[in-house]
DNA sequence: TTATAAATGTTATATTATTACATAACGTTA
DNA sequence: TAACGTTATGTAATAATATAACATTTATAA
């Protein structure tokens, strides 16, 4: 059992928010949609959600400049993730197949480099917008 | 053999300054540089980055915000890219790894999405860096 | 050659993210 | 509990990345 890591008052507003949310979210839709609870800058909620993505709780969709809640339970660090999104309706989750991370933790090639980490994303239509 | 894709003259001067820089390059520093060609605003290389990206000559490091061009000849248009990025010097290199191509090309879970793209971005610590 | 698509040029602006500096809250341990 | 170091917060300004809108030109192909 890992250590639950306490959020401070802004790490929490923010990771509930987008937790809640269901789906990614944009640093300034975040922004706009705390500001009634005080937050009022851009900064805040960078800060809150670097911390946030360090530790885990959220990821970062890199092709989308968005952040989601880390939906697999067992991942308090994120060193691993891959992700699949719609092109179409831009639905995006996080997929959780220990085939895949296993291959891709253990991926080597002659570089001579050590991966420590990595992000994979997939894209294509999900099943809603292909029968469309 | 695939029909060459005949460029146009921006986009032939921005894929030749990514080319011969070796390294993935930022849009606003291709910018600076082909201030001197003509080439003067923000969209212009957009534009051409955009269409490079298109056909496979270049291909965009998400998590960096870079363009770098493909090194894999064989990659005319870039379905299914991998890179390996160090985290201290900043080096990227295009992995061209037929059995993790295979892999991922292929890979389905049961989303019932089907992938027609990936983008794999691995870290570390490049040879170099890791000898320091 | 004419019409259609692709590319270009230009200005303005939107979106995403960080720097710099000051202050406050929290956790440890002496 | 006082003193210290670390983490978090607040605020203003600005940097870096990317797109919208519109006018014009060039290339392609029917």
Known sequence: MQKEHSLSKNQKIIFDLID????????????????????????????A????????????????????ACQ???????????????????????ISNSKLSKYLSSFSDNSGMKYSKYNLEFFGLCKKCKSK
């Open 20 to 47: 809640k949310s269901g789906g990614p979210m944009k640093a300034y839709s975040i922004l706009f949609n705390v500001q009634k609870k005080g937050i009022k800058a851009p900064l805040q909620v960078y800060r």
């Open 49 to 68: 959600l670097d911390k946030l993505v360090e530790i885990g709780k959220i990821h970062k969709i890199e092709s989308r400049n968005a952040f989601i």
């Open 72 to 94: 697999n339970s067992s991942c308090q660090v994120s060193k691993a993730t891959a992700f699949s999104i719609c092109e179409s309706c831009e639905n995006v989750s996080e």
